[in-house]
Protein backbone atom coordinates (compact mmCIF):
# COMPACT_ATOMS: atom_id res chain seq x y z
CA UNK A 1 0.00 0.00 0.00
CA UNK A 2 1.81 3.45 -1.17
CA UNK A 3 3.18 5.53 2.13
CA UNK A 4 1.50 8.83 2.68
CA UNK A 5 3.42 11.93 1.60
CA UNK A 6 6.82 11.82 3.96
CA UNK A 7 7.45 14.33 6.78
CA UNK A 8 10.63 16.78 6.38
CA UNK A 9 10.54 16.85 10.20
CA UNK A 10 10.54 13.52 11.56
CA UNK A 11 13.41 12.38 13.96
CA UNK A 12 16.25 10.17 12.12
CA UNK A 13 20.22 10.18 12.07
CA UNK A 14 20.95 12.05 9.08
CA UNK A 15 23.28 14.00 8.54
CA UNK A 16 22.28 17.53 6.55
CA UNK A 17 24.83 17.51 3.98
CA UNK A 18 21.97 17.61 0.59
CA UNK A 19 23.45 20.48 -0.29
CA UNK A 20 26.72 19.12 -1.02
CA UNK A 21 25.49 16.05 -2.92
CA UNK A 22 22.41 17.28 -4.99
CA UNK A 23 25.08 18.88 -7.02
CA UNK A 24 26.26 15.77 -8.98
CA UNK A 25 29.61 15.04 -6.56
CA UNK A 26 30.29 12.57 -4.17
CA UNK A 27 31.61 14.00 -1.35
CA UNK A 28 33.22 10.31 0.07
CA UNK A 29 35.55 10.02 -2.85
CA UNK A 30 39.09 9.31 -2.95
CA UNK A 31 42.12 9.91 -5.01
CA UNK A 32 43.65 6.39 -4.25
CA UNK A 33 46.61 5.22 -6.75
CA UNK A 34 45.54 1.82 -6.79
CA UNK A 35 48.20 -0.03 -4.59
CA UNK A 36 48.81 -3.22 -6.89
CA UNK A 37 50.29 -0.27 -9.41
CA UNK A 38 53.07 0.57 -7.38
CA UNK A 39 56.08 0.08 -7.55
CA UNK A 40 58.14 0.62 -5.46
CA UNK A 41 56.10 -0.66 -1.78
CA UNK A 42 55.36 2.57 -0.50
CA UNK A 43 55.30 2.80 3.62
CA UNK A 44 54.21 5.70 5.94
CA UNK A 45 55.95 5.99 9.08
CA UNK A 46 53.98 8.16 11.19
CA UNK A 47 55.08 10.97 13.26
CA UNK A 48 52.19 13.25 13.94
CA UNK A 49 51.42 11.20 17.94
CA UNK A 50 54.13 11.98 19.64
CA UNK A 51 56.02 9.12 18.55
CA UNK A 52 59.37 10.90 19.78
CA UNK A 53 58.00 12.30 22.93
CA UNK A 54 60.57 11.85 26.12
CA UNK A 55 63.33 9.15 25.50
CA UNK A 56 61.54 7.85 22.38
CA UNK A 57 62.95 8.28 18.76
CA UNK A 58 60.69 6.63 16.79
CA UNK A 59 61.11 8.05 13.16
CA UNK A 60 63.56 6.78 10.13
CA UNK A 61 65.45 10.27 10.02
CA UNK A 62 64.76 14.15 10.79
CA UNK A 63 64.46 14.84 7.16
CA UNK A 64 60.73 14.59 6.91
CA UNK A 65 58.68 13.63 4.88
CA UNK A 66 61.30 12.27 2.92
CA UNK A 67 64.23 10.60 4.79
CA UNK A 68 66.09 10.80 1.35
CA UNK A 69 66.60 14.47 1.85
CA UNK A 70 69.30 13.46 4.79
CA UNK A 71 70.89 11.81 2.74
CA UNK A 72 69.42 10.12 -0.89
CA UNK A 73 71.61 6.66 -0.72
CA UNK A 74 72.16 5.43 2.33
CA UNK A 75 74.40 2.57 3.42
CA UNK A 76 74.86 2.80 7.44
CA UNK A 77 71.79 3.60 9.41
CA UNK A 78 73.65 6.39 10.85
CA UNK A 79 73.15 8.24 7.41
CA UNK A 80 69.62 8.87 8.29
CA UNK A 81 69.32 10.12 11.94
CA UNK A 82 66.32 8.80 14.13
CA UNK A 83 66.56 5.16 16.35
CA UNK A 84 64.36 3.38 13.72
CA UNK A 85 66.84 4.44 11.01
CA UNK A 86 68.05 0.97 10.74
CA UNK A 87 64.37 -0.46 9.40
CA UNK A 88 64.28 2.44 7.31
CA UNK A 89 67.64 2.35 5.53
CA UNK A 90 67.53 -1.64 5.23
CA UNK A 91 64.31 -1.04 2.82
CA UNK A 92 65.66 1.45 1.45
CA UNK A 93 68.93 -0.18 0.32
CA UNK A 94 66.55 -3.27 -1.75
CA UNK A 95 65.26 -0.09 -3.61
CA UNK A 96 62.07 -1.80 -3.37
CA UNK A 97 60.37 0.55 -1.25
CA UNK A 98 59.34 4.32 -0.86
CA UNK A 99 59.73 5.43 2.46
CA UNK A 100 57.87 8.93 3.97
CA UNK A 101 57.11 10.23 7.56
CA UNK A 102 53.92 12.28 8.23
CA UNK A 103 55.49 14.72 10.23
CA UNK A 104 54.31 16.42 13.42
CA UNK A 105 51.39 18.81 13.48
CA UNK A 106 49.89 16.53 11.18
CA UNK A 107 46.83 14.70 10.67
CA UNK A 108 46.00 10.75 9.02
CA UNK A 109 44.03 11.32 6.59
CA UNK A 110 42.10 8.70 3.52
CA UNK A 111 40.98 10.01 0.45
CA UNK A 112 42.40 13.14 0.41
CA UNK A 113 44.63 15.37 -1.56
CA UNK A 114 47.59 15.41 0.20
CA UNK A 115 50.86 13.75 -0.44
CA UNK A 116 50.98 11.74 2.82
CA UNK A 117 47.35 10.89 2.34
CA UNK A 118 46.84 7.12 2.99
CA UNK A 119 45.47 6.33 -0.18
CA UNK A 120 48.72 7.44 -1.72
CA UNK A 121 51.21 4.28 0.19
CA UNK A 122 50.86 0.34 0.79
CA UNK A 123 51.31 0.22 4.61
CA UNK A 124 51.04 2.56 7.52
CA UNK A 125 53.51 2.18 10.48
CA UNK A 126 52.53 3.13 14.08
CA UNK A 127 55.29 2.64 15.94
CA UNK A 128 53.98 3.57 19.63
CA UNK A 129 51.58 6.49 19.29
CA UNK A 130 51.11 8.42 22.23
CA UNK A 131 48.28 10.83 21.22
CA UNK A 132 45.23 9.33 20.75
CA UNK A 133 43.42 9.44 17.12
CA UNK A 134 41.23 11.34 16.45
CA UNK A 135 37.75 10.02 14.97
CA UNK A 136 38.07 11.44 11.42
CA UNK A 137 41.67 9.58 11.51
CA UNK A 138 40.36 6.19 13.17
CA UNK A 139 37.83 6.22 10.22
CA UNK A 140 40.68 7.18 7.63
CA UNK A 141 42.98 4.04 9.13
CA UNK A 142 40.53 2.07 9.75
CA UNK A 143 38.76 2.48 5.82
CA UNK A 144 42.45 2.24 4.59
CA UNK A 145 43.08 -1.49 5.90
CA UNK A 146 39.47 -2.45 5.34
CA UNK A 147 40.43 -1.24 1.18
CA UNK A 148 43.78 -3.09 1.31
CA UNK A 149 46.12 -1.34 3.43
CA UNK A 150 48.93 -2.74 5.77
CA UNK A 151 48.97 -1.43 9.20
CA UNK A 152 51.34 -2.27 11.46
CA UNK A 153 50.83 -1.38 15.47
CA UNK A 154 53.75 -1.27 17.45
CA UNK A 155 52.70 -1.03 21.36
CA UNK A 156 54.60 -0.88 24.49
CA UNK A 157 54.26 -1.67 28.22
CA UNK A 158 51.30 -0.24 30.04
CA UNK A 159 52.07 2.78 31.64
CA UNK A 160 54.56 4.26 29.20
CA UNK A 161 52.82 7.54 28.76
CA UNK A 162 55.45 9.67 27.60
CA UNK A 163 54.24 12.85 27.11
CA UNK A 164 52.19 12.31 30.75
CA UNK A 165 48.55 13.37 28.42
CA UNK A 166 47.15 10.40 30.14
CA UNK A 167 47.30 7.75 27.55
CA UNK A 168 49.71 5.09 26.81
CA UNK A 169 50.04 3.38 23.22
CA UNK A 170 48.05 0.54 24.63
CA UNK A 171 45.02 2.61 25.76
CA UNK A 172 45.72 4.07 22.06
CA UNK A 173 45.43 1.36 20.02
CA UNK A 174 42.77 -0.21 21.28
CA UNK A 175 41.08 2.76 21.54
CA UNK A 176 41.69 2.42 17.49
CA UNK A 177 39.96 -0.83 17.66
CA UNK A 178 37.24 -0.13 19.95
CA UNK A 179 36.03 3.57 19.17
CA UNK A 180 35.62 3.88 15.55
CA UNK A 181 33.14 4.31 13.02
CA UNK A 182 33.77 1.30 10.64
CA UNK A 183 34.01 -1.13 12.55
CA UNK A 184 34.21 -1.50 16.62
CA UNK A 185 33.39 -5.40 17.01
CA UNK A 186 36.48 -6.43 17.63
CA UNK A 187 37.71 -6.14 13.49
CA UNK A 188 41.20 -7.70 13.81
CA UNK A 189 40.30 -10.56 16.70
CA UNK A 190 42.62 -9.51 19.19
CA UNK A 191 42.88 -6.57 21.91
CA UNK A 192 46.25 -5.41 23.72
CA UNK A 193 46.92 -6.10 27.45
CA UNK A 194 47.69 -3.98 30.17
CA UNK A 195 50.70 -5.54 31.16
CA UNK A 196 54.22 -4.26 31.94
CA UNK A 197 56.62 -7.26 31.24
CA UNK A 198 59.85 -6.33 32.17
CA UNK A 199 62.26 -8.68 30.21
CA UNK A 200 61.77 -12.05 28.11
CA UNK A 201 62.59 -13.60 24.63
CA UNK A 202 59.47 -14.14 23.15
CA UNK A 203 60.09 -17.43 20.65
CA UNK A 204 58.50 -17.56 17.06
CA UNK A 205 56.38 -20.88 16.71
CA UNK A 206 56.74 -23.53 14.05
CA UNK A 207 55.80 -23.03 11.06
CA UNK A 208 57.77 -22.88 7.86
CA UNK A 209 55.23 -21.39 5.69
CA UNK A 210 54.44 -18.59 7.24
CA UNK A 211 55.83 -15.37 5.58
CA UNK A 212 56.17 -13.32 8.44
CA UNK A 213 58.49 -15.94 10.09
CA UNK A 214 60.23 -17.32 7.02
CA UNK A 215 60.61 -14.12 4.57
CA UNK A 216 63.35 -12.57 2.42
CA UNK A 217 64.95 -10.84 5.08
CA UNK A 218 65.72 -14.11 6.87
CA UNK A 219 64.12 -17.09 9.48
CA UNK A 220 63.23 -15.32 12.95
CA UNK A 221 63.53 -17.04 15.98
CA UNK A 222 63.26 -15.02 18.97
CA UNK A 223 62.03 -11.42 19.36
CA UNK A 224 62.78 -9.61 22.49
CA UNK A 225 61.05 -7.71 25.09
CA UNK A 226 62.59 -5.00 27.51
CA UNK A 227 59.55 -3.57 28.88
CA UNK A 228 56.64 -4.63 27.16
CA UNK A 229 53.26 -6.17 26.36
CA UNK A 230 51.11 -8.99 25.27
CA UNK A 231 47.80 -9.65 23.07
CA UNK A 232 44.91 -12.05 23.81
CA UNK A 233 43.86 -13.42 20.83
CA UNK A 234 40.09 -13.90 20.16
CA UNK A 235 39.59 -16.10 16.69
CA UNK A 236 36.03 -16.56 17.36
CA UNK A 237 36.06 -12.38 16.21
CA UNK A 238 38.01 -13.05 13.55
CA UNK A 239 39.41 -16.47 12.57
CA UNK A 240 42.61 -15.07 10.45
CA UNK A 241 44.36 -13.68 13.68
CA UNK A 242 47.25 -15.56 14.69
CA UNK A 243 50.22 -15.17 17.01
CA UNK A 244 54.00 -15.61 15.68
CA UNK A 245 55.41 -15.10 18.96
CA UNK A 246 55.00 -15.72 22.52
CA UNK A 247 55.69 -14.93 25.92
CA UNK A 248 57.61 -17.53 27.46
CA UNK A 249 55.26 -20.14 28.87
CA UNK A 250 52.14 -19.02 26.85
CA UNK A 251 50.34 -19.98 23.43
CA UNK A 252 47.13 -20.48 21.95
CA UNK A 253 45.33 -17.15 22.84
CA UNK A 254 47.42 -15.59 25.47
CA UNK A 255 50.67 -14.20 25.87
CA UNK A 256 50.73 -13.20 21.72
CA UNK A 257 53.93 -10.89 21.60
CA UNK A 258 53.35 -11.08 18.24
CA UNK A 259 50.43 -11.36 16.28
CA UNK A 260 48.80 -10.93 12.35
CA UNK A 261 45.49 -10.77 11.12
CA UNK A 262 43.57 -9.97 8.34
CA UNK A 263 40.31 -7.33 7.96
CA UNK A 264 38.58 -6.51 4.71
CA UNK A 265 41.25 -6.85 1.96
CA UNK A 266 43.57 -5.44 3.85
CA UNK A 267 46.53 -7.08 6.64
CA UNK A 268 47.46 -6.02 9.95
CA UNK A 269 50.71 -6.76 12.25
CA UNK A 270 50.78 -6.17 15.95
CA UNK A 271 54.23 -6.18 17.93
CA UNK A 272 53.89 -5.80 21.72
CA UNK A 273 56.93 -3.67 22.41
CA UNK A 274 58.74 -0.73 20.41
CA UNK A 275 62.39 -1.70 22.31
CA UNK A 276 62.89 -4.64 19.14
CA UNK A 277 62.59 -1.68 16.85
CA UNK A 278 64.94 0.75 18.74
CA UNK A 279 68.38 0.50 16.69
CA UNK A 280 70.04 2.12 19.50
CA UNK A 281 71.17 5.53 17.46
CA UNK A 282 68.85 8.75 17.64
CA UNK A 283 68.74 12.17 17.93
CA UNK A 284 71.38 13.97 20.79
CA UNK A 285 69.46 13.57 24.49
CA UNK A 286 67.86 10.48 24.51
CA UNK A 287 67.62 7.61 25.83
CA UNK A 288 68.48 4.28 23.78
CA UNK A 289 68.62 0.69 23.49
CA UNK A 290 69.88 -1.26 20.21
CA UNK A 291 66.88 -3.57 20.23
CA UNK A 292 67.38 -3.82 16.59
CA UNK A 293 70.94 -5.97 16.91
CA UNK A 294 70.12 -7.67 20.08
CA UNK A 295 71.97 -10.74 20.00
CA UNK A 296 69.50 -13.22 21.57
CA UNK A 297 66.84 -11.74 18.78
CA UNK A 298 65.92 -11.63 15.24
CA UNK A 299 63.96 -8.39 15.27
CA UNK A 300 65.43 -6.96 12.01
CA UNK A 301 64.30 -9.84 10.13
CA UNK A 302 60.50 -10.05 11.80
CA UNK A 303 60.11 -6.31 11.33
CA UNK A 304 61.30 -6.52 7.82
CA UNK A 305 59.85 -9.80 6.70
CA UNK A 306 56.30 -7.94 8.38
CA UNK A 307 56.82 -4.97 6.09
CA UNK A 308 57.29 -7.25 3.04
CA UNK A 309 54.05 -9.34 4.39
CA UNK A 310 51.93 -5.84 4.84
CA UNK A 311 53.18 -4.20 1.59
CA UNK A 312 52.11 -7.48 -0.38
CA UNK A 313 55.59 -7.59 -1.61
CA UNK A 314 55.49 -11.43 -0.18
CA UNK A 315 52.33 -12.48 -2.68
CA UNK A 316 51.51 -14.86 0.38
CA UNK A 317 48.88 -15.18 3.00
CA UNK A 318 46.87 -12.89 4.13
CA UNK A 319 45.22 -10.16 2.77
CA UNK A 320 44.85 -8.66 -0.89
CA UNK A 321 46.28 -5.05 -0.39
CA UNK A 322 49.41 -3.26 -1.25
CA UNK A 323 50.37 -4.89 -4.59
CA UNK A 324 49.99 -8.34 -3.57
CA UNK A 325 48.71 -11.00 -5.62
CA UNK A 326 46.41 -12.87 -3.47
CA UNK A 327 42.73 -12.08 -2.74
CA UNK A 328 40.90 -12.54 0.21
CA UNK A 329 37.24 -13.28 0.30
CA UNK A 330 36.09 -10.36 2.20
CA UNK A 331 32.72 -8.01 2.22
CA UNK A 332 34.26 -4.48 1.77
CA UNK A 333 31.04 -2.25 2.64
CA UNK A 334 31.32 -0.14 6.25
CA UNK A 335 27.98 -0.19 8.33
CA UNK A 336 26.53 -1.97 5.52
CA UNK A 337 23.18 -2.60 7.23
CA UNK A 338 23.18 1.18 8.39
CA UNK A 339 22.64 0.21 11.97
CA UNK A 340 25.44 2.30 13.03
CA UNK A 341 23.27 5.69 11.50
CA UNK A 342 25.64 8.02 9.13
CA UNK A 343 28.75 6.24 10.26
CA UNK A 344 30.75 5.17 6.89
CA UNK A 345 28.20 6.70 4.48
CA UNK A 346 27.52 9.83 3.29
CA UNK A 347 24.04 11.24 2.72
CA UNK A 348 21.47 13.55 2.13
CA UNK A 349 19.38 14.67 5.66
CA UNK A 350 17.26 11.79 7.13
CA UNK A 351 18.20 9.36 4.58
CA UNK A 352 19.65 6.83 7.26
CA UNK A 353 16.98 6.20 9.57
CA UNK A 354 14.95 3.95 11.85
CA UNK A 355 11.61 5.50 11.04
CA UNK A 356 9.10 3.12 11.48
CA UNK A 357 6.88 4.82 7.95
CA UNK A 358 8.98 1.92 6.27
CA UNK A 359 10.25 -0.97 7.38
CA UNK A 360 14.05 -2.33 7.51
CA UNK A 361 14.62 -5.50 5.82
CA UNK A 362 16.57 -6.44 8.75
CA UNK A 363 17.92 -4.69 12.19
CA UNK A 364 15.92 -1.61 12.91
CA UNK A 365 18.07 1.23 10.35
CA UNK A 366 17.85 1.33 6.63
CA UNK A 367 18.10 4.40 3.76
CA UNK A 368 15.31 6.05 2.73
CA UNK A 369 15.20 7.82 -0.48
CA UNK A 370 13.07 10.45 -1.73
CA UNK A 371 8.62 9.75 -0.61
CA UNK A 372 7.86 13.28 0.02
CA UNK A 373 5.73 14.01 -2.78
CA UNK A 374 7.31 17.14 -4.23
CA UNK A 375 10.49 18.00 -6.21
CA UNK A 376 13.23 16.27 -4.32
CA UNK A 377 16.76 14.33 -4.88
CA UNK A 378 18.65 12.24 -2.06
CA UNK A 379 21.84 10.70 -2.25
CA UNK A 380 23.77 8.21 -0.61
CA UNK A 381 27.56 7.37 -1.26
CA UNK A 382 30.38 5.31 -0.01
CA UNK A 383 33.72 5.31 -1.33
CA UNK A 384 35.93 1.51 -1.46
CA UNK A 385 38.89 -0.19 -3.06
CA UNK A 386 37.98 -2.56 -5.24
CA UNK A 387 41.36 -5.34 -4.39
CA UNK A 388 43.35 -5.57 -7.85
CA UNK A 389 43.87 -9.42 -6.97
CA UNK A 390 40.67 -10.44 -6.64
CA UNK A 391 38.56 -11.58 -9.93
CA UNK A 392 35.24 -11.42 -8.86
CA UNK A 393 33.24 -8.35 -6.82
CA UNK A 394 29.69 -7.92 -6.32
CA UNK A 395 27.93 -5.14 -5.71
CA UNK A 396 24.57 -6.31 -3.80
CA UNK A 397 21.90 -4.51 -2.03
CA UNK A 398 17.50 -5.16 -1.22
CA UNK A 399 15.49 -2.50 -2.48
CA UNK A 400 11.59 -1.75 -1.87
CA UNK A 401 9.79 0.99 -3.59
CA UNK A 402 6.40 2.24 -3.17
CA UNK A 403 4.54 5.07 -4.95
CA UNK A 404 1.54 7.27 -5.38
CA UNK A 405 1.79 7.73 -9.00
CA UNK A 406 -0.55 5.68 -10.52
CA UNK A 407 0.83 5.22 -14.27
CA UNK A 408 1.85 1.68 -15.67
CA UNK A 409 4.07 3.50 -18.41
CA UNK A 410 5.81 6.30 -17.20
CA UNK A 411 8.83 6.70 -14.67
CA UNK A 412 7.92 9.82 -12.68
CA UNK A 413 10.51 9.01 -10.33
CA UNK A 414 13.81 7.60 -10.52
CA UNK A 415 16.59 5.92 -8.65
CA UNK A 416 20.00 5.66 -10.38
CA UNK A 417 22.94 3.20 -8.88
CA UNK A 418 26.00 4.66 -10.23
CA UNK A 419 30.14 4.05 -9.89
CA UNK A 420 31.93 7.37 -9.73
CA UNK A 421 36.01 8.41 -9.75
CA UNK A 422 37.62 10.49 -7.10
CA UNK A 423 36.63 13.43 -9.62
CA UNK A 424 32.96 12.64 -9.26
CA UNK A 425 32.87 11.48 -12.66
CA UNK A 426 30.44 9.00 -13.66
CA UNK A 427 31.87 5.92 -14.81
CA UNK A 428 28.70 3.94 -15.00
CA UNK A 429 25.62 3.43 -14.70
CA UNK A 430 24.75 -0.10 -12.94
CA UNK A 431 20.89 0.25 -13.03
CA UNK A 432 18.16 3.04 -13.04
CA UNK A 433 14.75 2.04 -10.85
CA UNK A 434 11.67 4.35 -10.76
CA UNK A 435 7.92 4.07 -9.89
CA UNK A 436 7.17 1.21 -12.29
CA UNK A 437 9.28 -1.21 -10.14
CA UNK A 438 6.81 -0.11 -6.85
CA UNK A 439 6.45 -3.59 -5.59
CA UNK A 440 5.40 -5.14 -1.90
CA UNK A 441 8.78 -6.30 -0.01
CA UNK A 442 11.99 -6.35 -0.73
CA UNK A 443 14.11 -7.47 -3.84
CA UNK A 444 17.96 -8.09 -3.97
CA UNK A 445 19.62 -6.63 -6.68
CA UNK A 446 22.89 -7.89 -7.62
CA UNK A 447 25.82 -6.06 -10.07
CA UNK A 448 29.58 -6.74 -10.49
CA UNK A 449 31.96 -4.56 -9.77
CA UNK A 450 34.98 -6.90 -11.43
CA UNK A 451 36.45 -4.53 -14.05
CA UNK A 452 37.06 -1.74 -11.33
CA UNK A 453 39.36 -3.79 -9.97
CA UNK A 454 42.25 -1.84 -8.70
CA UNK A 455 40.37 1.30 -8.51
CA UNK A 456 38.90 3.09 -5.54
CA UNK A 457 35.40 4.29 -6.64
CA UNK A 458 32.26 5.59 -5.10
CA UNK A 459 29.17 3.97 -4.84
CA UNK A 460 26.43 6.29 -5.09
CA UNK A 461 22.28 6.18 -4.86
CA UNK A 462 20.77 8.79 -6.53
CA UNK A 463 17.01 9.39 -5.85
CA UNK A 464 15.34 12.15 -7.80
CA UNK A 465 11.14 12.55 -7.32
CA UNK A 466 8.99 14.68 -9.47
CA UNK A 467 6.64 17.44 -8.25
CA UNK A 468 4.00 15.50 -7.34
CA UNK A 469 2.36 12.33 -5.77
CA UNK A 470 5.32 10.17 -3.88
CA UNK A 471 7.69 7.53 -4.44
CA UNK A 472 10.14 6.11 -1.74
CA UNK A 473 13.51 4.22 -2.64
CA UNK A 474 14.28 2.26 0.27
CA UNK A 475 17.84 0.27 0.12
CA UNK A 476 19.05 -1.95 3.05
CA UNK A 477 21.76 -4.61 3.90
CA UNK A 478 24.20 -4.04 1.21
CA UNK A 479 27.31 -5.70 -0.03
CA UNK A 480 30.32 -5.94 -1.66
CA UNK A 481 31.37 -9.43 -1.44
CA UNK A 482 35.14 -9.90 -3.02
CA UNK A 483 36.88 -13.10 -3.49
Not at 89 to 97: R, S
Not at 186 to 198: E, N
Not at 213 to 228: P, R
Not at 385 to 406: I, M, N
Amino acid sequence: MPQLPRSRHRLTTGLAVLGLLVTGAAVETSTAIPAAAATPHRILFDNAHAETAGNADWIVSTSQPDPLGQDSSPSAETDWTGALSSWGVALQKTGNYSLKTLPSGSSLTYGGSGAQDLANFDTLVLPEPNTLFTTAEKTAIMNFVKNGGGLFMISDHTGADRNNDGEDAVEILNDLMTNNSVDSTDPFGFSIDSLSISSDYPSAISDSTNPVLHGSFGTVTKSLIASGTTATLKPADNSSVKGLLYRTGYSGNTGAFFATSTFGSGRVAFWGDSSPIDDGTGQSGNTLYDGWNDSGATNAALALNATEWLAGASGSGGGGGGGGTTCTAAQLLGNNGFESGNGTWTASSSVITNSSSESARSGSYYAWLDGYGSAHTDTLAQSVTVPSACTTATLSFYLHVDTAETSTSTAYDTLKVQVLNSSGTVLGTLATYSNLNAASGYTQRSFSLASYAGQTVTLKFTGTEGSTLQTSFVIDDTALNVS
